[in-house]
């Protein structure tokens, strides 16, 4: 695995603080394996997106969100790190976790808004009876 950069967000923050986060992993929770690193989703968009930015960055930024309404102790940052590998749904896995930012409450809810009044959010291939 390339030990590269990576500028990722995910909702990893715990009531202990980014010391804390820093050091923890996720948990696949289906197996219950403890995972190489924290699940997160990147924000910078690929090169196949053509749409603007603006809408990558809603998507990935409300992802996580129904994690936040389960537990509202978790605080959605912006974090930096090293490629640690990829989890069960492809996601990237980071380590040596470096806290950047937090991200707001309303930029969160900015976010949502416009995730749903952009896409066509919870639609999949199986909604259309075809293939994807």
Excluded at 21 to 48: C, F, Y
Excluded at 54 to 72: F, G, I, M, N, V
Excluded at 111 to 131: C, I, L, M, S, T
Aim: aromatic share 6%; glycine share 10%.
């Amino acid at each position: 695995m390339p030990q590269e950069p990576l500028s990722s967000t995910g909702l990893v923050g715990s009531d202990a603080g980014t010391d804390d986060d820093a050091r923890r992993h996720s948990i696949d929770t289906e197996s219950g394996l403890e995972l190489r690193g924290l699940s997160v989703n990147p924000l910078d968009a690929e090169d196949w997106w053509t749409r603007p930015l603006e809408d990558w960055l809603a998507r990935q930024l409300s992802q996580y969100r129904h994690l936040a309404q389960k537990d509202p102790e978790r605080i959605a940052w912006i974090l930096g790190g090293e490629l640690a590998g990829r989890g069960p749904d492809c996601e990237p896995l980071l380590r040596d976790v470096e806290p950047v930012a937090i991200l707001d409450e309303h930029l969160l809810d900015e976010a949502w808004e416009r995730y749903q009044r952009v896409f066509d959010a919870g639609h999949g291939p199986a909604d259309d009876g075809g293939e994807s």
